[in-house]
């Protein structure tokens, strides 16, 4: 078949059990896949190398930084953006396929729905449509932001068409690796983040509770089953710990004559996706 002009980047680090699975979803119809990783101690090099994807290795600059330096490698115009732990469905692979049809894309950046699929699970839960997100854009008009916390495409007032087929995220391997991810995020988001010791006093009451609301039902994860609630009950627990560490920070600072000044950043940090 022809190939779209298009490159998928992908960045990656320790991702040889699952990265080949990601390339080969997109492959076949895109111009290039192009690796960006950094610094993996295990296989990731060696099995996207030899899935044909051209591999470049790049220390850590932090998500929005890493995305950003991914987009410069790429010699295509549009681009299209998937972490090592997803894979472009047939349906959504047809829908990208007919926006490119004879024509170029009438938007220059589209969101893309991702369906989260639990461990040891071939398919996600029923209405399992958690988040749509910017993936497919023309690089030339928006970018990814350059922060160390965040990973999101600015689109500065463009309209962003929809596209309707979900992507699956394999978001972690094991409950176990789940509570890994979230400890370096919840660790990574408190450092960055500048509220009043007062204010968060005021968060850890509601925190548990209001997530695991939003995660259970708001996001439906009660069509999860026992994955589901074991899922809800581990997001919000480490958002709690989130604002925990976040109030033990800002509280030590407040005591320390001595303690750097907080420059702020983002807050609130989304780990599916």
Request: hydrophobic content about 40%; charged content about 25%.
């Amino acid at each position: 078949m022809d190939k779209l002009p298009i490159s998928c980047f992908i960045i990656a680090k320790n991702e040889a059990d699952r990265i080949a699975r990601t390339i080969r979803s997109v492959r076949p119809w895109v111009d290039e896949v192009v690796v960006v990783d950094s610094q993996s101690a295990d296989d990731t090099v060696r099995v996207a190398a030899s899935e044909g994807c051209r591999v470049i290795t790049q220390r850590w600059l932090g998500f929005g930084g890493q995305k950003r330096f991914a987009e410069d490698q790429c010699r295509n115009d549009w681009v299209l953006n998937l972490d090592a732990d997803e894979v472009i469905t047939p349906s959504l692979r047809r829908e990208i396929i007919a926006l490119f049809a004879n024509v170029m894309p009438s938007r220059v950046a589209y969101s893309m729905p991702l369906e989260l699929v639990y461990p040891n699970t071939k398919r996600p839960r029923p209405w399992a449509r958690d988040h749509h997100y910017v993936r497919l854009y023309d690089r030339r008009v928006v970018r990814f932001r350059n922060s160390k916390v965040h990973d999101t495409v600015v689109t500065d007032g463009h309209a962003v068409g929809i596209l309707r087929a979900p992507a699956y995220h394999y978001m972690f391997r094991s409950y176990e690796d789940l509570k890994r991810k979230l400890g370096e995020r919840m660790q990574l988001s408190a450092k960055h983040a500048n509220s009043s010791p007062a204010a968060l006093v005021a968060r850890m009451v509601l925190e548990f509770p209001v997530n695991f609301f939003k995660y259970y039902i708001g996001r439906r994860h009660f069509m999860g089953g026992l994955n589901g609630l074991r899922y809800s009950w581990i997001q919000a627990d480490y958002r709690l710990l989130k604002i925990f560490h976040m109030w033990r920070d800002r509280s030590s600072n407040r005591r320390s004559p001595d303690a750097p000044e907080s420059h702020g950043g983002p807050e609130n940090f989304e780990v599916e996706a």
